[in-house]
């Protein structure tokens, strides 16, 4: 497909870092995700179990991997521009 | 079912689509360059980027196919919310940084610059053309689905209108115009769906969900005289034939000259018929209900069959808090209407039945894909291969990625993105009570899943209904124009320009990419007249498997392996494509399409994933590891 110019991002001290990072919180949320897949296939009847307010497991689950998800972007975002900000600022000092 | 044509929707819908159009036709005007067309030169704020990745992914497949699957199956249809959404962490965790710091828009041009092998050039090219179809389908169908009770037009002459409608979108303007589109729409489709998942609270449920235009069908129950598993008399009917189908009888009887279907059933050796709904066809005529379609007995459906409060049964509920809404419906029990087939009297003969279910069973996964007792190991497999496909197939939708790089900066893709896991978030959280609320409030049309959000905002008042209406058909118009130009642009770009070497000067790639978009958006009218009747969130299913499995395995080695070579990648994609395709096309579902009979297909598994990406991984690893040396041997001439 034909573009524009690719963004100009400059030399990215952080990169190697956010890589690292983002492959940490990809193993994180996984975890939680194959939890929900495991528990649904070996031991289904958890899922039906009551665990707050008369909700059972899988809703409680299901919407907390969601909620999970904007949580983890969150953090994953905030520590990207501290790494962007730190090391990129030390590059331009000397 | 049947619908009366809504002259307010109507207009409010024009006058939508109008607007849709006036925009595109605007920012058309300030497009010129080839650049400008496909990525609206990197000059859109993250912020409308961030909703419109929101607009791009709520799909007619989020708004229509989960709010169907989960009205009609209940928590299985969630699976597809939680599945979507988490697809947007590999995307932002693993691809998205890394794909950026390559300076490259698609993973056709990353593999291209790394590796400049004219076979990757080529399968990444069909890969990215086969996975825009696949997605384009389910697009098509909720487009035909949308417009049969809004326009009172046929399923295919909906198809036809939305594809037209995005060919003269996609001709005259580009990306430029579908951003803001997919914007406006994203911001309209989450306000509208809060509004909805609102009244849904606020009325709470009752067993008489009588809406604002009409009273809820009252299904007859009735008993009858019953000799060695036979209905031999019914009380002021008269008893016409009996058909067995799996194990469940189903009664024909006859009252005033008009026919009726009951299903029959027994409990502690007490025999019940339970009205069912009906459609017969044969000898050029169809018959709902035992009379003509324009008669107005094809009745909506989905009620409750027992309220139970605080273990109190009740009538109705009044409103609700949306922990309580989920937590009563757990402990009510609703009714579903299942469907079965045969034929009576040389008529083909589709029958609805009530299917009474526990709500504990409803808000629990396993009335599509069974994974509890007795389940068997191809219906887990098939649950383990469905979750799959959802987690890995996001990052690997060319339109997704295609979107991420129309913003300046690394940063402000990256916030894009987190904008887009918020706004989507709050949309599938959205959608489980937008689901069970058509469930329960008597709105369902039992030949389709795909309408309930839109027929429940109808029982809450035209306006609503016309509004998410035209909401909904932007969706698929923005989602289709960003397919369309992702397969143009595979055709025109990648096929044309970069592997048949063909170079052409910039008013003649543009003309390419839409004479291109043109034949792409033919192709996939015709699929979506096609695949008529079928839920959209399960044929999205089917393009997130695929995306998974040829493109995920190429990506991830690309970025992660350095050992990656162009043969492994090239034959993993051959191998993600060809396996993942096979599966399909070999499964139960399609099997059905063809009008086979689903139990006698080659296997039991309708999502391909769990085989073909493990199998597309091995290859790139395997071919990778076998043709080293060719990597050394060109680095040293």
């Known amino acids: ?94 | 079912m049947i619908y009366d044509i809504s002259v307010p929707a109507l207009l409010i819908f024009i006058v939508f689509v109008g607007f849709v159009l006036g925009l595109s036709f605007y920012f058309a005007r300030k497009t010129r360059s080839a650049s400008s067309y496909y990525a609206a030169g990197g000059q859109i704020h993250w912020a409308i980027n961030g909703i419109a990745f929101a607009g791009d992914y709520l799909s007619a497949a989020s708004f229509l196919g989960i709010c169907g699957m989960i009205a009609t199956v209940g928590f299985d249809g969630f699976l597809y919310s939680i599945g979507f959404l988490a697809g947007w962490i590999v995307a932002l965790f693993l691809i998205a940084e890394p794909l950026k710091r390559l300076g490259k828009y698609t993973f056709t041009d990353a593999l291209n610059a790394t590796f400049k092998s004219r076979a990757i050039t080529l399968t990444a090219a069909v890969s990215t053309l086969i996975v825009s179809i696949f997605y384009l389908i389910p697009q098509m169908v909720g487009a035909g689905d949308l417009v049969t009770p809004l326009l009172g037009l046929p399923h295919w002459a909906g198809v036809v209108l939305v594809g037209l409608v995005v060919i003269v979108i996609v001709a005259s303007a580009g990306m430029t115009s579908t951003t803001y589109v997919q914007f406006i729409k994203g911001s309209l489709l989450i306000i509208l769906s809060t509004v909805l998942t609102v009244y849904i609270l606020k009325h709470g449920f009752t067993l008489h969900p009588d809406n604002e235009n009409r009273t809820y069908h009252q299904f007859l129950t009735l008993s009858p005289e019953v000799t060695g598993g036979k209905v031999t008399n019914v009380e002021n009917w008269k008893v016409v034939s009996q058909q067995e189908v799996k194990g469940k009888n189903f009664v024909k009887l006859e009252k005033d000259g008009v026919p009726r279907w009951f299903s029959l059933s027994e409990k502690d050796s007490v025999y019940t018929l339970k009205e069912a709904l009906s459609i017969a066809e044969g000898n050029g005529v169809i018959l709902y209900n035992g009379e003509p379609k324009s008669n107005q007995k094809f009745f909506p459906v989905g009620h409750l069959d027992k309220i139970v409060i605080d273990g109190q049964e009740m009538e109705s509920s009044g409103p609700v808090g949306p922990a309580r809404f989920l937590s009563v419906l757990g402990k009510s029990e609703l009714v579903r209407f299942s469907e079965a087939k045969f034929t009576d009297e040389g008529k083909k003969v589709t029958v609805y039945y009530q299917n009474v279910t526990a709500g504990s069973d409803f808000m629990l996964p396993g009335l599509k894909y069974k994974i509890g007792k007795g389940a068997s190991a191809w219906s887990r497999l098939d649950f383990i291969s469905l979750m799959l496909a959802l987690f890995l197939g996001t990052a690997a939708l060319p339109h997704i990625l295609i979107r991420y790089y129309t913003v300046k900066s690394q940063r402000d893709a990256r916030k894009s993105t987190i904008l887009a896991i918020a706004a989507i978030g709050t949309f599938y959280i959205l959608t489980m009570f937008m689901g069970l609320g058509a469930a329960v409030n008597g709105v369902l049309d039992v030949e389709s899943s795909n309408m309930a959000a839109p027929l429940l905002a109808k029982a809450f008042g035209v306006f609503l209904f016309s509004v998410i209406s035209a909401v909904a058909f932007a969706t698929i118009l923005g989602t289709v124009a960003g397919l369309i130009i992702a397969s143009s642009g595979a055709i025109a770009h990648d096929l044309i320009d970069n592997y048949l070497g063909w170079k052409q000067d910039d008013k003649k790639k543009v003309r390419a990419g839409k004479i291109s978009a043109f034949v792409v958006g033919i192709f996939a009218i015709c699929l979506g007249i096609a695949f008529k009747g079928m839920n959209v969130s399960f044929l999205v299913g089917w393009a997130f498997s695929i995306a998974a499995s040829a493109n995920l395995p190429a990506i991830l080695f690309l970025l992660f392996w350095k050992k990656t070579t162009s043969q492994g990648i090239a034959t993993s994609i051959v191998t993600g494509i060809v396996v993942s395709l096979a599966i399909i096309l070999t499964s139960p579902t399609m099997w059905d399409r063809y009008g086979l009979d689903p139990a006698n297909a080659l296997h039991k598994l309708d999502n391909p994933a769990i085989i073909s990406f493990p199998l597309a991984v091995l290859m790139v690893w395997i071919v990778s590891l076998m043709t080293q040396k060719t990597k050394p041997a060109a680095a040293i001439n």
């Open chain 1, 1 to 94: 497909m034909h573009h524009g110019p690719a963004a100009e991002l400059g030399v990215d001290n952080a990169s190697a870092k956010k890589s690292r990072l983002g492959v940490w919180f990809f193993f994180v949320y996984l975890f939680f995700y194959a939890g929900f897949v495991v528990i649904g296939v070996l031991n289904y009847e958890l899922l039906s179990h009551e665990v707050w307010g008369g909700l059972n497991l899988a809703i409680v689950y299901g919407i907390g991997l969601i909620v999970f998800a904007v949580l983890l972007g969150v953090i994953y975002n905030y520590l990207c521009s501290q790494y962007e900000d730190s090391l990129n600022r030390e590059e331009q000092k000397p």
